[in-house]
DNA sequence: GCTCTACTATTGAGTACGCAAGCAACTGTA
DNA sequence: TACAGTTGCTTGCGTACTCAATAGTAGAGC
């Protein structure tokens, strides 16, 4: 059997655009995660998609939306938004509300407490995500940047 | 107790550049990771992460890298690393290497069989990468998606 | 040589998802 | 009215992570 050849890697030398892009959006995606993630639980007990549900149903007509509409928002399967929402239910910051017209359909309906925790959480969280970004990017970057992203959705 | 007030919402109206960027961020990975990832699971049974450290791997000088410098590359916590490698050492596509020099570190080293999995794995992830990212921006884009990411790592 | 601190790696416990399957309610077709 | 297909939501189960605690090793100061 003969040794290892020495050849470094069968790795195209430049790898396509494409996919650099993929990998930078997979370290840059956790690292602001991990970041963000670990500010906002320390300061308000909150995970990120608890936030991002919060917000979502706050921007909301009346503060309320379907489940499933929710779930594609936050890009969840439907399980997914289930279980969030038990957490947030629990903690008595959303609560479930009937659609007469449609028996299937429940609301996730924003509660007064969910709102107010959305406030306090609100200001130090929008901070530390300009900190973070701001700090890296400057404003027609950051427009650019949310505008390519936007694409993949 | 009075009904609830007429006022939409008590978030600004348009939300810093910042604040776009990041929500971007976050639906952008959801909806490349969900689509790449069960690609990837279902051609070749590996997920996204299996595919990243090997393919870091196979980058590397002799295949290998120590433990603590893979997860940081893969933006992964010393004990995610040791799961993540607990998969591949078992299906044979990485195996340990001791450090002489020093007694706390094992290298990740990649098998033949990993080099194999690899190569057999690489050409359709990367095609499916281009397609998803191809499809939605150009060649410039990608180039200025990818310089803009690497900055928040 | 010792001691103290820093680093690498693993393990146990807990969590946040996803997928597959299932139930109930709606919609369209005949 | 009856039946098929679709949609909204939940549940069971599996998995890929995290954090906190632990153990062994290295290196610096004395």
């Known amino acids: 059997m003969s040794r290892q050849v020495l050849t470094d890697t069968p790795v195209l ?10 990998t ?3 370290r ?3 690292a602001a995660t991990r970041l963000l993630s670990a500010e906002l639980q320390r300061t308000h007990c909150l995970t990120i998609n608890d936030f991002e549900a919060l917000s979502t ?10 489940r499933v509409d929710l779930a594609r928002r936050l890009m969840l399967t439907a399980s997914g938004v289930t ?3 038990e957490g947030l239910e629990a903690a008595g910051l959303v609560e479930r509300a009937e659609c007469p017209a449609d028996l ?3 609301y996730a309906q924003l509660t007064e ?3 107010e925790k959305l406030r306090d959480a609100s200001c130090g969280h929008t901070g530390s995500i300009r900190t973070l ?17 936007a694409r993949l959705g």
């Open 28 to 30: 840059g995606h956790s």
């Open 57 to 66: 149903l706050a921007a909301a007509e009346g503060g309320r939306m379907r």
């Open 83 to 85: 279980r969030l929402l």
């Open 133 to 149: 970004f701001e700090e890296r990017l400057d404003e027609d970057e950051l427009d650019t940047l949310a505008e390519l992203l």
């Open 24 to 26: 930078e959006l997979l």
């Open 13 to 22: 030398e430049t790898p396509p655009a494409a996919v650099r892009a993929w």
């Open 104 to 106: 299937r359909v429940t």
């Open 113 to 115: 407490a969910g709102r």
